[in-house]
């Protein structure tokens, strides 16, 4: 099948076209590179689009040619969002919107899309089922729930294919850490390779549902494959519970070097817990089998090591480890 990715430059969407190609899929990919790579796509026979999912010509185009919408484009930064709330919902809720109204126009295409963990927010119940109560904490997470909320409207009101993830703390090669918005596994192991401080806000108990990036690529093909549909968003996390001590643990026994962490005060806001319960995917896509924690972190880590170069220039104050819940 052919699939558009929107988004398809960024971290998840580059790794998802290397799984598509290699599954025989076509891939066409829109991305406006604001925070995507055109090197993410090197060596991959894909066609890269540039331009935004807020060119509604453009995209019913695009959508016309595919055969299914993998909706991936977002402006993902919490911090972003408080900076500059209006430009997050342009993108994240009115893209979403014209994703599907390009694939409503078109006659109907099955797409799914990105949603986010942070919809639950200051809800403390774990593990975070679907029918719990959202309580976003940031504009980002808001307009998660409103990009999701649309397109299980579309679901409703037009009989369209839609589904709707809530990805929790995706992590994998091409993840970069170079910058402030870095999330913390990248920003663990960058600065342990680089041997400096590794900055933890808190004791390091607080503990995510990290998922592997290769995981969620085979979640997202099988769901395109078998054009799975849901009246309700669904979580794409399997029920894991991590804390960053643990993740500095099996770091620092990988890269046999003794790390130097450095805890801050708790940020305000910041959520302590984060598990998905994952009963929903399982019971829409029985066979998938999560890769192993640590196996993925080792992968990461030589990926990053990979990366590293004696010439890198990297703000290292820039590398403070963000645990928000994504
Ligand atoms: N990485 C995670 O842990 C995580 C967790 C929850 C949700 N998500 C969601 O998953 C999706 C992919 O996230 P990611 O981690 O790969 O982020 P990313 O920033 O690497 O990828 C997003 C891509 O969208 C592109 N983009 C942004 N605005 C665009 C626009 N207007 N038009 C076209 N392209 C645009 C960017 O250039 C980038 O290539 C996002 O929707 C994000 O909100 C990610």
Known sequence: M??????????????????????????????????????????????????????????????????????????????????????THTVNATGTLNVLEAARRVGGRYVAMSSSSSVYGANPELPKRESATTRPMSPYAASKLAAESYAISYGTSFDMPTLAFRFFNVFGPLQAAGHVYAAVIPAFVDAALR???????????????????????????????????????????????????????MIGNHIEAPLVVEHTESRVGDVKHSQADGSLLASLIPSINPVDFEEGLVETIEWMRSTITSDTDIDLSDLAAHVVSE
């Open 195 to 249: 041997g400096t401080p590794i900055t933890v806000h808190g004791d390091g108990t607080q503990s995510r549902d990290f998922t592997n990036v290769r995981t969620v690529c085979t979640t997202l093909r099988q769901a395109l494959e078998q054009q799975v549909t849901s009246a309700d968003p669904v979580n794409l996390a399997f029920g894991s519970r991590i804390s960053l001590n643990e993740v500095l643990e």
């Open 2 to 87: 052919r699939v558009l990715i929107t988004g398809g430059a960024g971290f998840i969407g580059a790794n998802l076209t290397r799984d598509l190609l290699d599954h025989g899929h076509a891939v066409s990919i829109l991305d406006d590179l604001s925070t995507g790579f055109r090197s993410n796509l090197d060596g991959l026979d894909a066609d890269l689009i540039l331009g935004s999912i807020l060119d509604q010509d453009l995209l019913t185009e695009l959508v016309e040619d595919a055969d299914s919408v993998m909706h991936l484009a977002a402006r993902s930064s919490v911090p972003r969002s408080l900076d500059d709330p209006m430009a």
